[in-house]
């Protein structure tokens, strides 16, 4: 079984850096992409940054580009967000997502439970 468990969030302020990790284990993810998501209150969740695990292909939303960097380590079996010049928009509940179909941007069939982050002024 699938299991992706995220770390790394916390309370940051606007303009600091903050960097998630999410360790999955349960499958051989060579033919998976894996995602960041993110759910503020009261919207959506949506697609932050994706990463194909074999290869290394990225996506990014728009809203993040340039601020955001997703990574992965192999032999860890772990994805990373790095975040910087965090926004106060940046505030949400951030998911480590799977697509075992290898889509970029990712339709995730496994999910985490989350992590929250906070932006604050």
């Known amino acids: 079984q699938v299991q992706l468990v995220e770390s790394g969030g916390g309370l940051a302020q606007a303009g600091d850096s903050l960097r998630l990790s999410c360790a999955a284990s349960?499958?051989?993810?060579?033919?998976?992409?894996m995602g960041w998501f993110r759910q503020a209150p009261g919207k959506e969740r949506e697609s932050v940054a994706a990463?194909?695990?074999?290869?290394?292909?990225?996506y990014y939303a728009d809203s993040v580009k340039g601020r955001f960097t997703i990574s992965r380590d192999n032999a860890k079996n772990t994805v990373y967000l790095q975040m910087n010049r965090l926004r106060l928009d940046d505030t949400a509940v951030y998911y480590c997502?799977?697509?075992?179909?290898?889509?970029?941007?990712?339709?995730?069939?496994?999910w985490g439970r989350g992590t929250q982050v906070t932006v604050s002024s």
């Open positions: 997502a799977a697509d075992p179909n290898g889509r970029l941007p990712p339709q995730p069939y496994y």
């Open positions: 990463i194909r695990w074999s290869g290394g292909s990225t």
């Open positions: 349960g499958r051989t993810f060579s033919r998976y992409v």
